[in-house]
């Protein structure tokens, strides 16, 4: 089993759809999760935290699921702007920095 | 947040070559680096983790002599491929270390080195 896995997509979805994205991590001691966006040939940038209790900003809400180990992305009303890749972030164990980075789920907004 | 700049941003050299890309923390200091690269289509993969003044962590199948990293101090850090080839052809990022309570990561803007 993958550290951490995504589905790689493409997710193609219309202006205005809600779209999904989850992934898995394998480590059960990890302690922090992010979703990041990654833009083609750009850096990643923090989309959000992810907390045990979910939490929302503005069109975006992840959530986590420790039990089953993992977490979730959903982005309500997509934009064309939403289109990107979506990246899974988990830290590797308590008290480490190390951070184990997902594939990527690409999205496709489709005007 | 954070700010962090790489140079260069884009550099292509002939196989055999070093190339050395340089990686700053321009507001805060960090004691702490992390190297990555991302091979197209995949995921970054962390290289090495380096600490000021000290010999740099290599992650199992990273050549140690051949990615030479230098954190020199809590602003700097440097990271040199020696004689380059086809195969490291590669988008790699640094990502200096700044403490939150989120645990959140800052990178650089990544140097895509590209082997002929």
């Known amino acids: 089993r993958k550290e951490v896995e995504q589905d790689p997509g493409p997710f193609n979805v219309p202006e205005g759809a809600t779209v999904a994205f989850n992934c898995t991590y394998s480590?059960?001691?990890?302690?922090?999760f992010f979703w990041y966006r990654q833009d083609c040939r750009k850096e990643p940038k923090l989309l959000m935290s992810v907390y045990s209790s979910g939490n929302e900003d503005g069109r975006f809400t992840a959530q986590l699921n420790r039990a089953s180990q993992y977490i979730s992305l959903l982005i309500r009303d997509s934009k064309l702007s939403d289109s990107a890749t979506y990246l899974c972030?988990?830290?590797w164990g308590s008290g480490t920095y190390k951070y184990i980075f997902g594939t990527g789920t690409r999205l496709k907004v489709l005007a | 947040g954070a700010v962090v700049s790489q140079h260069p941003s884009w550099v292509i050299c002939k196989s055999g070559t070093s190339v050395k890309i340089e990686c700053r923390s321009l507001?805060?200091?960090?004691?702490?680096m992390f190297w990555y690269r991302q091979f197209p289509k995949q995921s970054l993969m962390l290289m090495a983790t380096s600490n000021e003044g000290s010999k740099a962590t290599y992650e199992q199948g990273v050549e140690k002599d051949k990615f030479l990293i230098n954190h020199a101090s809590l602003t700097l850090s440097t990271l040199t491929v020696t004689s380059a080839h086809p195969e490291d052809s590669s988008f790699y990022i640094c990502?200096?270390?700044?403490?939150?309570?989120?645990?959140?990561?800052?990178f650089g803007p990544g140097t895509r080195l590209t082997v002929t």
């Open positions: 972030v988990v830290n």
């Open positions: 990502s200096p270390l700044k403490t939150s309570e989120t645990g959140e990561q800052y």
């Open positions: 480590n059960s001691a990890s302690q922090s």
């Open positions: 507001d805060f200091q960090a004691t702490t």
